[in-house]
């Protein structure tokens, strides 16, 4: 298992920039373009927008979850990395929890957008949110190794 490791890290960030990389467009980009259209056609577009997303970002989640598993597993032994002092295992778990905070939001947001319910104020929230505990994931992800 252990020289599949690097293989494992790739599809992890690989999936991660894809996942990181559609929430800063949507924060980024789409949400300026709110300055130059109207409610109605931002309504259109943000709805083109989540059915695009739905048909290939939940298979890009589904493997970065999969992958940080089994990272998690070969890294930490189970749960052997978690040591009484606050260490490397600590900020690992720490991101991990955000991450399951990221997949809650994400899962309602998907659930929201199937049954109508996403209008552009929630599109827009959501998105801030996501992107806000990303930030922590990835600050998380590469500090874990400084400590
Ligand atoms: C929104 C979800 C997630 C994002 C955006 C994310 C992002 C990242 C990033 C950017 C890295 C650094 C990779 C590198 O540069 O080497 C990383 C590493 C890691 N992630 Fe995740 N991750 C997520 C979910 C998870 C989950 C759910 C787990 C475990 C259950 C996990 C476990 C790990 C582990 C163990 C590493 C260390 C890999 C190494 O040895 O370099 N991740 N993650």
């Known amino acids: 298992m252990a ?3 690097p293989l ?12 990181v990389g559609a929430v800063c467009f949507e924060v ?20 083109a927008v989540m059915a695009r997303v ?18 998690f597993d070969i890294r ?12 490397w ?14 997949l809650g939001v994400f899962i309602s947001a998907i ?6 319910g996403m209008d552009p104020c929630r599109f827009r929230y959501t998105h801030r949110i996501v992107l806000s505990l990303m930030i922590g994931i990835v600050i998380l992800a590469k500090l874990m190794f400084y400590v």
């Open 3 to 5: 020289h599949w490791y």
């Open 8 to 19: 494992i890290v790739l599809l992890h960030l690989s999936c991660a920039i894809v996942f």
């Open 28 to 47: 980024l980009v789409l949400e300026s373009f709110h300055r130059q259209f109207d409610h109605a056609l931002m309504e259109k577009i943000e709805a």
């Open 54 to 71: 739905r048909t290939f970002m939940p298979v890009i989640v589904v493997l970065l979850f999969l992958s940080g598993f089994a990272l």
């Open 76 to 87: 930490c032994n189970g749960f052997s990395c978690i040591q009484p002092q606050f260490g």
């Open 89 to 102: 295992g600590w900020l690992l778990l720490l991101k991990v929890l955000l991450a399951f905070g990221v």
């Open 111 to 116: 659930r929201a957008g199937m049954r109508g």
